[in-house]
């Protein structure tokens, strides 16, 4: 069972709160500490509601290079989702394990054909996903598919588990409020969850009250464990 504690913009552009949030996620037991590589300009217009907050949120080479080297030291791993081919080199550069193909991204084929040519397993996320079926990725990794559903918050009568085979899909990325979704999910056989993880759900920002917090997380990977001793062993 994998748990992604998706850090992603939750840090507000504060080093310090992204070094929290790395620790926290350690703590309450996650196996990755995930954040969102993009240069905004190239994905919003500065009209869009939260535009000022991605903007803040935006991390230099420097910083991503300083938030995978405090992950390598305490023993998680570091991940994030890439939006460009910049930022790809910057990953490639600092030796990143594996990447996380964002819903916003998968139509994005250059950026894709060139994370799967480096034959890094690669998690991808389906909530704008338009066709039937899975996308065909040609790469000698191994590719997971996430169901998720492509609404900020999520409700929990948008999600349309009854019509969703966890044999299918790897894992579930979570956009729903709390963490009962993610349960279910694991309940039905989901072996990887990702969800936004934050210090304090008042936080200003476009996620953190869909995220998840420490206490949660640690009742997550909690479930989790279980689940795997009874499922898995």
């Excluded at 206490?215 to 009874?230: D, H, P, T």
Aim: some cysteine; hydrophobic content about 40%; glycine content about 6%.
């Amino acid at each position: 069972m994998l748990i992604i504690a998706e850090i992603g913009q939750n840090h507000n552009g504060d080093m310090d709160i992204a070094r929290k949030l790395i620790l926290a996620a350690k703590e309450k037991g996650a196996d990755i500490a995930k954040f969102q590589l993009y240069d905004v300009d190239k994905i919003f217009t500065p009209d869009f509601e939260w535009y000022k907050e991605a903007k803040d949120a935006q991390l230099t080479k420097d910083q991503i290079f300083e938030l995978a080297d405090v992950c390598a030291k305490i023993g998680i791993e570091f991940s994030a989702s890439v939006f460009d081919l910049e930022r790809f080199d910057w990953t490639e550069e600092l030796g990143m394990k594996r990447y996380k193909i964002a819903s916003r991204s998968i139509y994005e084929k250059d950026l894709i054909n060139t994370i799967a040519s480096t034959g890094k397993d690669m998690i991808v996320s389906l909530g704008m996903y338009k066709e039937k079926g899975f996308p065909q990725i040609d790469t000698s990794g191994k590719v997971d598919y996430l169901y998720c559903v492509a609404k900020y918050p999520t409700m929990p009568n948008d999600l349309g588990f009854l019509n969703v085979d966890f044999n299918d899909y790897s894992g579930f990325s979570d956009h729903t409020i709390g963490i009962t979704a993610s349960l279910v999910a694991i309940a039905r056989g989901a072996r990887i969850i990702e969800k936004h993880f934050t210090l304090d759900k008042q936080m200003h920002g476009p996620d953190h009250s869909g995220s998840m917090d420490p206490m949660e997380l640690e009742e997550l990977v909690s479930y989790a464990r279980n689940i795997e001793k009874i499922l898995y062993h």
